[in-house]
């Protein structure tokens, strides 16, 4: 499995995106991303908690984080959950929360196009937030490791299983995820990653634009249309900047 997904003779000239997958890259994107991983258990927590709440039974909250891995359009889901469940609203309104997925994947694509079907999209399963910037940090370091989003997603994905186990079981001991800081825990990992991203004043432009369009849409629009909204704007300042 640490073979090259393509024969150097066949790369093109200049192309210095190909990457390997190997299982050292699973590996270093699995420990890498523990830390990252254990801030997001403590929402997946909060999940869990919400999942009961709502009627979900312990078996059932477990699935839906182990099939959907999802975080943000879970927590959706959870708010619009009832009896009957309104089935058009929870699929609707999560569309619109995982369309940033169709951006991210755009940004792997570079790197991407080299693996196989099977090692690209097994791999994109597992993409989250947190993952794929870590991902496109190691990437754009010169990192060569394409195996790292699978390494990396898996993390996120046995610790968030884990913690909605645990929420959805002590859930009533935990009552509040708040009172604890679990509720600030995404954000706190989110702006540590943001840190690492940074590349200097270069960067500054689309992330303004991107926070000033979320927060403007955030204002006017229901639900989490600032996410797509802010996102789009943020990767059409890029577009302009350097075409």
């Excluded at 699995?30 to 908690?49: D, E, H, S």
């Excluded at 991210?104 to 196009?113: D, E, V």
Aim: hydrophobic content about 55%.
């Amino acid at each position: 499995m640490s073979t090259d997904v393509r024969d150097p003779s066949e790369r093109p000239a200049g192309d210095d995106q190909s990457v390997r997958f190997s299982w050292a890259g699973i590996r270093d994107g699995y420990l890498q991303c523990v830390p990252v991983a254990l801030g997001v258990a403590g929402y997946g927590v909060v999940f869990g908690v919400l999942a009961r709440d709502a009627g979900l039974s312990v078996a059932e909250a477990t699935l839906m984080s182990a099939t959907v891995l999802a975080g943000a359009a879970q927590l959706v889901a959870m708010e619009l959950w009832a009896d009957p469940v309104p089935v058009a609203a929870v699929v609707v309104t999560t569309l619109v929360v995982n369309l940033r997925y169709v951006l991210m994947g755009a940004a792997l694509r570079p790197w991407f196009q080299s693996l196989s079907p099977r090692q690209a999209y097994g791999s994109v399963f597992f993409t989250a937030d947190e993952n794929w910037a870590l991902t496109m940090g190691e990437l754009q370091s010169g990192s060569r490791q394409g195996a790292f989003l699978l390494g990396s997603g898996l993390a996120i994905w046995s610790f968030w299983v884990v913690a909605t186990v645990v929420g959805a079981t002590a859930g009533s001991v935990i009552d509040d995820p708040a009172r604890y800081g679990l509720d600030f825990a995404l954000t706190a990992v989110f702006l540590t990653i943001a840190v690492e991203l940074w590349d200097g004043r270069s960067s500054l432009a689309p992330w303004v634009a991107a926070g000033a369009v979320a927060v403007a849409t955030n204002r006017v629009l229901p639900g989490r249309w600032y996410i797509l909204c802010g996102g789009l704007v943020g990767a059409l300042v890029v577009v302009v900047r350097y075409e």
